[in-house]
């Protein structure tokens, strides 16, 4: 069954005890729910999760740009917001209920009133927690909140975000949620560029050069695979790589387990090669795989 055939084709639910008494109705009925958390500025990397999720019959994205998950110094003011084309693109991939939160209703007494905070420190401390050190529990919170909202579901998350998919991988186990995690691959742009709600802030010399950060990621994995068993020496390949390139500044590069995310040192197994770069006032973030050659 698909996401269409719910009652409500799209809807804007606005209310956290409403969308859940919308799904609970549904599952009553048999139904299964598909849900994508998103911060909205929707584009084709999103759209895939939503596509994705609508193996569920009834797909939920949730649009909120969530204060606890970005420092002070960040860009949560000038974050990009886009509800009505948001809820364009949702509908358009499949979903079937847009969930559109203010910051009332996420956090009735105010962001500062929150006393509880979901975290993972074993696994967000390093890469983006070393970078933006309230960050992880900025999102372990909401996520957590959001999935007791939505209830029992699958949950899709983009591996653009690699160490955010493990952390919500870990927190979902260890804390039982009814929940199934799915993790999606990263759409590009042709040039390589991950697709980001970000890039819109790169000037255009920014943009023609941003790719190198996936050069450098592609280019570390081909010399795993070439048999380059020293992670710091494919480390090096990588930074020279960005740094050979001109407005990017190196913020991290680390070659890890895909799943404990332990900085690794001999490779010998699937390994996850992970970087952020500056440009300008931009931070862009992305990852691929590697798998040493003659490994299956
Ligand atoms: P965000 O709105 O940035 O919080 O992202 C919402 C979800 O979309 C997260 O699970 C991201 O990992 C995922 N996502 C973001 N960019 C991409 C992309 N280029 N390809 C696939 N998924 C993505």
Redesign the pocket.
Known sequence: MSGATVAVVIATVPSAVELRAMLDAERRTGRTVGFV????ALHA??A??VRAASAADVVVVSVFVNPLQFAPSEDLAAYPRSLDADVAVAEDSGASIVFAPDEQEMYPGGRDSVLTTVAVPALAATMEGASRPTHFAGVCTVVAKLLNVVGPCTAY??E??FQ?LAVIRRMVADLSFPVEVIG?????EPDGL????RNVYLSAEERAVAPVLQRALRAGAEAVAGGQRGADEVRSLMASIIEAAPLGALDYLEVADPTSLEALSVLTGPCRLLGAVRFGRTRLIDNVAAVPGGVR
């Open positions: 958390p998103t911060m909205g990397g999103h895939s999760l998350f983009g653009k975000d955010q999606c691959p990263t759409l590009r991950a697709l980001s709600s």
